[in-house]
């Protein structure tokens, strides 16, 4: 998990740059600027209370607890128990109410409106993030990450091309969560196009440096239950789900990034609303399937 959460933002980079003939960054660029912020010390605005200080710790601590629940194709995980899908769920909801939290305290009506933006897009996005766990949970019977990918299993085409969409449904959840392309340019400097980068403006040094490796860990997250849902039929081996996780997901967003813009705000919502209900269509093929009904 760990290899993951460091390398994908690696292949972003090296593959956007590899599409526009540059040179690019190096392949762990981000990890040395993310050490630097360690090193400094923060700023803080004076209307801003204690919740301002402790989200960062809230939001890279929920994101490392989640982690810990998630294998790694035949890895077990650190962490699980019955039912840990919805606790995971609800520990990366708690990372986004954190800090949403923490932009509104500051009272500047520039993080607010970003994280209003941030609050309904979490709010749209929950029920696909929903509706894909209970997908998993539907084909192997469990409600724990770790029962749910303990083994291979011999499915029809038809269950494992629902499988492949569920892993698409998590690919693109971790793009809206990440703010990335077609969502969000996490580049962008202008007030009136900036949602996930705007609730984090006030922060520096060690803060941001938390904000920053949480949300390498939450792109690992899904990143590697994608991965996961596609090496449970194909092959169910860890050697083969991390290099899956890294290279596709990495490659898939740089490509985008750099071949398309981000989408009008007024059409993010439809955008998100088609993840749901195709999320909601894979849930409902996958149970007539399981039912041995044909479709």
Same mark, same amino acid.
């Given at each position: 998990?760990? &290899?993951? *959460?460091? #390398?994908?933002?690696? +292949? ?6 590899? /599409? ?10 981000? =990890? ?5 912020? /360690?090193?400094?010390?923060? +700023? ?33 995980? /650190? ?15 708690? #990372?986004? &109410?954190? !800090?949403?939290?923490a932009a509104m305290d500051t009272g500047s009506s520039f993080e607010g409106m970003g994280a209003a933006r941030e609050a309904l897009y979490g709010a749209l996005v929950e029920p696909a993030l929903m509706m894909a766990m209970a997908t998993l949970a539907l084909f192997c019977?469990?409600?724990?990450? *770790?029962?749910?990918? #303990? ?21 693109? =959840? ?29 922060? #520096?040094?060690?803060?941001? @440096? ?10 690992? !997250?899904? *990143? ?9 039929? =194909? ?13 596709? %997901?990495?490659?898939?967003?740089? &490509? ?8 009008? /705000? ?7 609303? %088609?993840? +749901?209900?195709?999320? *909601?269509? &894979?849930?409902? %093929? @996958? ?9």
């Amino acid at each position: 998990m760990v &290899v993951v *959460a460091l #390398s994908i933002t690696g +292949v972003i980079n090296r593959t956007r740059a590899l /599409l526009a003939g540059r040179k690019g960054i190096r392949f762990f660029q981000h =990890i040395y600027n993310v050490r630097l912020l /360690l090193r400094k010390g923060s +700023v803080y605005s004076t209307t801003t209370t204690a919740l301002f200080r402790i989200a960062p710790v809230v939001y890279l601590g929920s994101a490392l607890l989640a982690s810990l629940f998630i294998p790694v194709a035949n890895l077990e995980p /650190l962490l699980s128990f019955h039912g840990d899908i919805i606790l995971v769920a609800y520990l990366l909801a708690l #990372s986004r &109410v954190a !800090i949403i939290l923490a932009a509104m305290d500051t009272g500047s009506s520039f993080e607010g409106m970003g994280a209003a933006r941030e609050a309904l897009y979490g709010a749209l996005v929950e029920p696909a993030l929903m509706m894909a766990m209970a997908t998993l949970a539907l084909f192997c019977g469990y409600s724990s990450f *770790a029962e749910i990918f #303990s083994t291979a299993q011999e499915m029809s085409v038809n269950l494992t091309i629902v499988l492949i969409l569920v892993a698409y449904v998590f690919f693109i =959840i971790m793009i809206i969560e990440a703010g990335r392309v077609p969502v969000d340019d996490p580049k962008t400097h202008l007030e009136l196009t900036m949602i996930h980068e705007v609730i984090c403006l006030d922060y #520096s040094g060690v803060d941001m @440096g938390m904000i920053h490796i949480a949300g390498w860990l939450k792109n690992a !997250i899904f *990143a590697t239950i994608a991965a996961n849902a596609v090496a449970v039929t =194909i092959s169910f081996h860890w050697w083969f789900a991390a290099p899956l996780a890294i290279l596709v %997901t990495g490659v898939a967003i740089g &490509v985008v990034e750099s071949l398309r813009a981000r989408n009008k /705000l007024s059409r993010n919502i439809t955008y998100i609303l %088609t993840i +749901v209900a195709m999320a *909601a269509l &894979v849930l409902l %093929t @996958g149970f007539l399937l399981i039912q041995n009904i044909e479709i």
